[in-house]
């Protein structure tokens, strides 16, 4: 009896070890990545050594940046005399940078002096807008159209100069401005 006991023991023991060796050879084949959970795909790895597989690899995609802040853009405009006392200033080219937030900076250089302030974006409802378009135009019936913006800047020789504008396109609009001194301009953006 101890005879077929053996038997039965071998047989089982000889069962356990094919299938512990099927096992390990089915996934002796296999391996675990790790996944990155920012883009989806597996991390790289690196096998070094003498055993280290030829001509296998990953592919890692790195995620783009998220956006930052919008940059400020810069506009230049053109402001042409349109009095006596805008003739001695000549034709002046204004710079308004604007920074995304509804204000931007405005500069302009008049008659030796570098004048500098702000410009900003105002709406519809603002109740001033139209007053230096009919002190430098004359008064007029006008409709405005485009994003409206006020600008005003100040000089170290005490003169300042007071803008109304209107934005039409990308790079483009028209304005009106008026100088403490008397001296009245037709403004124009775009390049």
Do not use: W
């Not at 070890?17 to 296999?30: G, P, W």
């Not at 900076?105 to 807008?129: C, I, K, N, P, W």
């Not at 230096?132 to 994003?147: C, W």
């Not at 005003?152 to 005490?158: Q, R, S, T």
């Amino acid at each position: 009896m101890s005879q077929p006991r053996s038997r039965a023991v071998f047989t089982t023991r000889f069962a356990q070890s094919t299938l512990a060796a099927l096992v390990a050879a089915t996934l002796s084949a296999c391996y675990v990545v790790p996944i990155d959970p920012h883009t989806g795909q597996g991390y790289p790895i690196h096998q070094d050594g003498p055993g280290a597989r030829q001509g296998g690899s990953v592919t890692v995609i790195t995620p783009p940046a998220p956006p930052g802040p919008p940059q400020p853009s810069v506009m230049s405009a053109r402001l042409y005399p349109l009095n006596p006392q805008a003739n001695k200033g000549g034709l002046i080219t204004a710079t308004v940078v604007d920074h995304h937030t509804g204000r931007g900076s405005f500069t302009l250089s008049y008659l030796g002096d570098m004048l500098q302030g702000e410009a900003t974006r105002v709406d519809a409802s603002y109740a001033a807008f139209g007053r230096i378009y009919n002190e430098v135009l004359g008064l007029n019936q006008r409709s405005f159209s485009g994003r409206r913006g006020i600008a005003n800047a100040f000089g170290p020789k005490g003169v300042n100069a007071q803008c109304e504008y209107l934005i039409t396109g990308p790079t483009m609009g028209t304005g009106a401005c008026q100088f403490s001194d008397g001296a009245k301009y037709q403004m124009h953006f775009g390049s």
